[in-house]
């Protein structure tokens, strides 16, 4: 009877969610941290983070959005009324904020390089190219401008009650995307001084792995990636039917964007080492954008591979966004009751009040790395604060409160409805009571001491 509707709704939400996990935390955002992080050392921590943390997370988060088909706030409203459990979603839907407000200003970036890349505006030489990035982010209004653009773009989708729109981009990119990072690899690895660049991404320096900042990084751009940790996943949870099994929607999930994350950095290291002086933690949050564009250059026809790659990972930074800013707006919708226009509207616009000044410290970085308590910049700041803290401490709370509050069996109850697929459903919860609090905590006070010690 309505044979095309149900595979619609089967793979929408694996669209849906992969479409939000995939986006600049894969391409951007994990090579910048494999960069600053050592290398493969940081690669193994993560994989480790995304195994033996995220993914058990994951599946509770999903389980816990599906069966209470509310926002953050209410879900856990839902199976813990009058308690003070509605703080967790409260910390969910300010994370949400609060992420979009510095990945705008990113996505920014990779929207103007659409048309530097086709252009070949930022040059070709390595010097000229790492120029060209810093003038180009020390200019404020620009800056703001490309933000204010991401922003109007993202709340128009959520405007248009997208969710159809959201799934049938994803479909068309994802696959273009992978395509297009499959020869950029084959390309990067070919190049002379790639064997150099391999070996810093696949040979780990053990004295990396004892590094309590590198495995708390790792830990961060974990559930960063996985859009974990601050009801994306959650919400979007919420529109699962029960005819799909949560367990294998989430090992494609998984699958998708570690694989995504891992391929992006088979085309940065082997390329950036194949630049004389290359030093991998250098250029901070503008290392693919200083490496890419050489890549390019040293393709035929690379001014067509770099505009093509640029409007695809603006296109994955959107679906990114739009799922970020869902968490805000279903909570103004679900719990205050607001019109989804008002929702949107107010939340579109306080994101980027917040995220003006991710976009103009770039230019004035000498105001916000000066700034006494901090001494970091505005959006290291951001990230440091919801990625490294904020979402952890979201799977971790999570983790306790599916394991100990709405407890194992119940929500073993919902995860294998319709006879859904579901191997190591014993050590699934074992994970969630025990391994996954203890070890996000650990990692978490680790890093405080360290911080402050
Ligand atoms: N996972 C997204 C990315 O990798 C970012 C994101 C984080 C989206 C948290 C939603 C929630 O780009």
Request: aromatic share 12%.
């Amino acid at each position: 009877m309505t044979d095309r509707g149900t595979w619609g709704s089967r793979f929408g939400f694996v669209l849906a969610a992969a479409g939000s996990a995939v986006g600049l935390g894969n391409i951007w955002g994990f090579p910048t941290q494999v960069g600053q992080g050592g290398g493969a050392a940081f690669v193994l921590l993560y994989l480790a983070c995304i195994v033996f943390i995220c993914f058990p997370i994951l599946i509770a988060e999903l389980a816990l959005g599906r069966r209470t088909q509310t926002d953050p706030v209410g879900a856990f409203r839902a199976v813990q009324p009058n308690s003070r459990w509605w703080m967790a979603g409260a910390i969910f839907v300010a994370a949400g904020v609060g992420i979009l407000s510095f990945y705008a200003v990113i996505a920014g970036w990779t929207l103007a390089y659409i048309w530097f890349a086709a252009t070949g505006a930022a040059g070709s030489s390595a010097e000229e190219i790492g120029a060209f990035f810093t003038e180009f982010t020390s200019s404020g209004p620009v800056n703001l401008f490309l933000t204010f653009v991401i922003m109007a773009v993202t709340g128009g989708v959520l405007l248009g009650g997208v969710r159809s729109g959201i799934e049938r981009m994803t479909k068309l990119m994802m696959p273009m995307l992978i395509g297009l990072l499959l020869i950029l690899a084959a390309r990067a690895v070919t190049l002379p001084g790639a064997a150099e660049g391999l070996a810093y991404y696949l040979r780990p320096d053990f004295s990396r792995v004892f590094d309590i900042g590198t495995v708390n990084a790792a830990l961060g751009q974990a559930f960063f990636s996985l859009s974990l940790g601050m009801g994306t996943m959650l919400v979007y949870g919420s529109y699962l039917t029960r005819r799909e099994g949560i367990a294998k929607a989430a090992l494609m999930v998984v699958g998708l964007d570690t694989a995504i994350a891992l391929l992006a950095g088979f085309i940065i290291f082997p390329s950036g080492f194949s630049i004389p002086g290359f030093d991998p933690s250098a250029s901070g949050p503008g290392l693919i954008f200083v490496v890419l564009p050489r890549l390019f250059a040293t393709l035929p026809g690379g001014s067509l591979f770099g505009a093509a790659f640029f409007i695809l990972l603006t296109m994955a930074a959107l679906t990114s966004a739009v799922s970020l800013l869902e968490v805000p707006v279903a909570h103004c919708i679900d719990a205050h009751g607001w019109p989804r226009r008002k929702a949107v509207i107010v939340m579109t616009l306080g994101t980027f009040c917040l995220a003006a000044p991710s976009a103009l410290a770039n230019g004035a970085s000498r105001f916000f790395s000066a700034l006494p308590v901090v001494g970091m910049d505005f959006q290291t700041l951001m990230i440091t604060m919801w990625n490294n803290f904020a979402l952890p401490i979201g799977g971790f709370l999570t983790a306790v409160f599916v394991g100990y509050v709405w407890r194992i069996d119940k929500a073993l109850e919902e995860l294998l409805a319709e006879q859904a697929w579901f191997p190591g459903r014993q050590l699934w919860g074992v994970l969630i009571r025990y391994a996954c609090p203890f070890a996000i905590v650990v990692i978490l006070v680790y890093t405080v001491l360290s911080m402050i010690g």
